[in-house]
């Protein structure tokens, strides 16, 4: 009886044993799936650019070269990037080159007086001099619904790294809005970067 109950004792301890060592290799197997799928998701996420402003590079480039930003609207300009340290703003002594999507296109580039419809965005590249192919960050307008802001042309701004993934600050911006004021007649949009073609052509 004793041996027949030590044997049934072994087999016992040998099944938990194996169950337990079962149950822990497929814990392990679960946990590294989820951290591989985690890890693939957080780098879709980090890559994805703003949604507003996918495939921006395909849009219509409204200044076909780079063009140094004006001296009057670089001083008017904020630290839009909220980095104090950065007193000049992102616009001082850079290159721009600006997109404008499909829905703003017509208002950018053929109204003198432009009323850009909701869901006009518009995106400039800030670059470190005119030969750059590389953005150092982005500033986007996006035409929001009627009363989004409408103290300030219903624009919501962003400032985003140079991917555009990252956003820096976006929102009511008032560093921004007290720039862009100053265009209130051509919908808040200075369109200084409009070729002398183009604007003769204005209607």
Known sequence: MNVQGNAFNVRFQKIKITTLVLCCFCALVFFVNYLA?????????KNKQVEEIEG???????????????A?????????????????GPHQSKYFTVYVNDIGRQAMLEQSNPKFPEGSVIVKEKLPDQKSLTPELLTMMIKRKKDFDSANGDWEYLVTDATGAKIERRGNLQNCQACHVASQKTDYIFRTYLSAEVRNELK
């Open 37 to 45: 799928k985690d890890k693939a998701i957080s780098a879709q996420t």
């Open 56 to 70: 921006y590079k395909n849009w219509t480039k409204v200044n076909v070269e780079p063009q140094l930003m004006p």
């Open 72 to 88: 009057r609207v670089a001083v008017l300009c904020a630290d839009a990037t909220g980095n104090n340290k950065d007193l000049n």
